[in-house]
């Protein structure tokens, strides 16, 4: 028995030997950074490089973590509903004491529980939502050094569960973050480094993270099902499309219009050929395959098409339609859509992440009483316009049965007209 004691400590002191050099080891000291403009600089690129206005904007995330723990967070209301085991609790995360527990589906007045949902959010909600954290009260910004590059220590000196901790966001060339390194009072470990990847893009316009992989022992945490939308949003888009007939305009197969008398269009929607005359040239467009499109000067086929006029044709065909039929695009790949109050009424902002010749430009729709727009904002991605309006009125309902604009008018009295539109199969 006196051996097996002996052996057993034996054990013990080279365990604890090793925990102590494997500490030594990988132990790292919270790095000392600089503080100010340039770090808030190099925090303000990381925002937007995550699109970080659209996750101020989002209005439901949706996960669980480890496939342990459940939510539906309702971000703009702060209430979030989280299960776990026999328990389900509705988190009213600006006032607590309105929070309601359910245990086995009874109502419970179990206030532990409720702290332990809060102290659940607070950990699985970050493991999500972490790099849109990085301005939150209570925060402090420096920059570090890591590898030669600039990286931002962000600093928690208050809020949340464990305040104090500091994580030092490593950045790749675009300033996205690819991983973080922790200094946390949960792990004893300095340095602890975890992957920011797997990202999944949401319709909300934001990317989520589907699992980190820890440098600690390879430990894993997933993160399932992720989800972020704009509800309330979609469904006033739905309102739109319903009011201007959407359903018909995407049977119709032509449509013909011209811009401000200079340009004019004949649109073969099911083939996706346009003819685009300007001057004494037509284009014959091909949109997605402009290799295909021909050219004609006065109405003469050219055997080699110039591709500096079929890119101007593209070009022209993708600002000129867009007049036409922006309404109709609400839901087109891309698109963000979030709503904003205009003299308390809901209108509705269009982002385009991808697609045309801006991707990053935002329109913010003005509707009438019954969901037909009458104007918008822009908001041009290089600055160039920044909240100017232009109408949308004259709108006619087309032969297919579909609803189209005839005229704008700009807030410097300018008209644009779009000729005679027509609208068939």
Not at 122 to 127: A, R, T
Not at 140 to 167: F, Q, W
């Amino acid at each position: 028995m006196k051996k097996l004691f002996k052996f057993i400590g034996i054990l013990l002191l080279l365990l604890i030997v090793a925990l102590g050099i494997f500490y030594v080891v990988n132990n790292e000291s919270l790095p000392e950074g600089k503080k100010g403009k340039e770090a808030d600089a190099l925090a303000i690129k990381m925002f937007n490089a995550i699109n970080n206005d659209a996750f101020e904007n989002t209005e439901i995330l949706k996960w669980s973590f480890r496939g342990e723990h459940f939510y539906t967070w309702h971000k703009q209301e702060n209430i979030v509903h989280i299960s776990w085991a026999q328990y389900k609790v509705t988190l009213n995360t600006k006032q607590i004491e309105k929070s309601e527990v359910y245990i086995d589906g009874k109502l419970s007045d179990n206030k532990e529980i409720i702290k332990e949902a809060q102290s659940y959010f607070n950990n699985d909600s970050f493991w999500l939502i972490a790099p849109h954290k990085i301005f939150d009260k209570g925060t402090e910004r420096s920059i570090v050094k890591h590898n030669d590059k600039d990286a931002l220590l962000i600093t928690y000196t208050s809020g949340g569960t464990t305040p104090g901790d500091s994580y030092l966001w490593i950045l790749d060339d675009n300033f996205y973050p690819t991983s973080f390194k922790m200094w946390t009072s949960i792990i004893p470990l300095g340095g602890v480094s975890a992957t920011w990847s797997d990202w999944k893009k949401t319709s909300a316009g934001i990317q989520l993270p589907t699992k980190h992989k820890l440098s600690l022992f390879g430990l894993e945490i997933p993160m399932v099902d992720v989800k972020a939308y704009n509800e309330k949003a979609d469904e006033l888009a739905q309102n739109i499309l319903k009011a201007i007939k959407h359903e018909a305009y995407k049977n119709t197969r032509f449509l013909e219009w011209s811009f401000a008398g200079r340009r004019h269009f004949k649109w073969d929607k099911e083939k996706h050929v346009a003819a685009v005359s300007w001057d004494t040239i037509r284009v014959n467009l091909h949109p997605q395959e402009k290799e295909k499109s021909t050219v004609f000067y006065n109405e003469i086929l050219q055997k080699n098409p110039d591709a500096k006029i079929v890119k101007k044709a593209w070009d022209i065909f993708n600002n000129d339609s867009f007049w036409l039929v922006a309404p109709h695009k609400l839901f087109d790949d891309g698109t963000i859509r979030n709503i904003e109050k205009i003299d308390q009424n809901n209108a509705l902002r269009v982002t385009y992440t991808s697609g045309g010749t801006t991707p990053g430009d935002s329109y913010l729709w003005i509707l009438d009483s019954n969901f037909v727009p009458k104007s918008y904002k822009m908001y041009l991605k290089n600055g160039r316009i920044n909240g100017d309006t232009a109408t949308w009125q004259d709108w006619i309902t087309t032969k297919s049965g579909t609803l189209l604009p005839t005229n704008h008018a700009f807030s410097n009295g300018r008209i644009l007209s779009m000729g005679t539109v027509k609208g068939y199969n």
